[in-house]
Structure formats: C-alpha cells, structure tokens
C-alpha cells in the first residue's frame, strides 16, 4: 500500500480497491477521492460491470415485444447481444490497458528508469500500438521536462470535506516553467472538460498543504490514432474560475453524502 506523510497527516492508497485512508491528528479518515468527485461511479468495479449486464438483460427482456424484432429468434437475439456486450468489454478493458501502459513508463521515464525498463515488450498489436505512442512521447518529454520535482504524490485536503487524491508530475517545463501535469491517452471521442478542474483539485490540496500560490496546470494528450501530441495550458489566471468551480463540485459531495 503507497503511503506519505507530511505534518500531522500521514495518507495510504490502496491500489485494489482505489481506496485512499488517511490518519488526521489521529483521526481515522477515509475521503472521497479527486476522481470520484469528479465523475462519481466512474471507478472500475464488479458494481459497475453487474449495472451493465442488469441493462442489457433487462434489454433482452423487452426488445422481443418490439416490432421490429418480432422476427427474430429469442436466442438469435440473446447471443448477438452478448457476443457485442462482450467485444464492447475487450475493447474498453484493451483500450485501458494501453493507456495504463503508457502513463506507467512515462513515470519511469521521469523516475530515470529508462536503462532498466525500455520500450514497451512484446511483438502483437497491442504492443506495436504502445511503443507507437511512447516514441513521440519520448521526444517530447525529452525536449520538454527540465526539471522533475515529484511524480505520482498523494495529497489530501480537509478545508471543506476530507478529500484525496494522486497527481501525475510537478515539473519545471522548458516554455511553461512550473506546471502540474496530467499526461492523458484520448481519442477523437474524449471528452476533457473536467480534466482541468480534476488538476485544480489538486492544485488546492498542494497550495494548502505547502502554504503556496497557485501555479500552471498542464494536460498533455497523446492521440491513440495519430500519435499526435496537444498541449492544454491552464495558466494561473484561469485557477481562480476553476477553483470555484472545484469548490461547487465539494460542496454538491458533501451535500449528496450527507448523513443524515
């Protein structure tokens, strides 16, 4: 289990479950994460895959007293249902895979584990697809990063509700100087709104720890199908807007988990 400490709070995340706990001046805490706040129920879990199948069982159900498939086969009907559902479910668990794949050796990249770990291994699609995405990666992050100050930290918050979370790079950038990074894998179907907000709630959780003034917040987005590289700069100006509305998504929490 990861773990920091810093002042009086000492934070652990838990890989298996996605869970983070935390130990506040001996109080025993487990907050909400960044990324549940953001997108709640979004996480990869049993629950969600059993809400999927529920849904397309209760498809199943129904669809046979439509019209336009009161031809065909209830088994006919069934097995093609599933055999889609289960091609969606490869192709998500795939595209997931990839991503987790490069977010990992961008890590060790700017660990300096380059020497030991590489290039991505293996010879079928899924690997020529990863090391096609690390190549301009590499260049980029070797034009780019100057400096590296932290990589994957946790940080914690308590000034409105207890929330935690694990950001990707606080680096010195060549043109951007000090920025928060997120390094992201889309595709022409992503939706990034939220990203910049997700970043500003950790950019709050480390102002308050450190005691600081905010600083430029980063996302760096390779395409999946082009391998092309986009910058998106969150300069230090548009943090305040953000924040607020970072603050909103604390406040709808709080009041949706309410016990009462």
């Excluded at 996480?43 to 529920?54: P, T, V, Y």
């Excluded at 946790?154 to 928060?180: R, T």
Aim: some cysteine.
């Amino acid at each position: 289990m990861e773990s920091r400490k810093f002042k009086n709070i000492e934070i652990k995340f838990s890989e298996g479950n996605h869970q983070y706990y935390v130990n506040d001046d001996n109080r025993k805490i487990r907050p909400a994460s960044v990324s549940k706040i953001i997108k709640p129920g979004n996480e990869f879990s049993i629950g969600a895959f059993a809400g999927r199948k529920n849904y397309i069982e209760t498809m199943i159900e129904e669809l046979p007293k439509d019209d336009l498939f009161k031809d065909i086969p209830l088994i006919d009907l069934q097995e093609k249902l599933f055999e889609c559902k289960k091609m969606a479910e490869n192709k998500w668990i795939d595209q997931a895979l990839i991503g987790s794949a490069v977010h990992d050796w961008i890590e060790g990249y700017l660990k300096n584990n380059m020497a030991e770990q590489g290039y991505y291994k293996g010879h079928d699609e899924r690997a020529n697809h990863i090391r096609k995405l690390q190549y301009p990666m590499y260049e980029y992050l070797n034009k780019n990063i100057r400096e590296v100050y932290a990589t994957e930290q946790l940080v914690y918050d308590n000034s409105i509700l207890p929330y935690a979370g694990k950001f990707d790079a606080y680096i010195d950038h060549a043109e951007h100087k000090e920025c928060l990074v997120d390094w992201k894998t889309v595709t022409k179907k992503s939706n990034g709104k939220l990203w910049r907000i997700q970043l500003c709630g950790y950019m709050m959780a480390i102002c308050n720890e450190r005691n600081i003034d905010p600083f430029n917040r980063l996302i760096v987005a390779i395409d999946k199908e082009t391998y092309t590289i986009q910058e998106h700069l969150y300069d230090v100006d548009s943090y305040a807007e953000d924040l607020q509305i970072w603050k909103n998504y604390l406040q709808i929490h709080s009041f949706l988990n309410e016990k009462k």
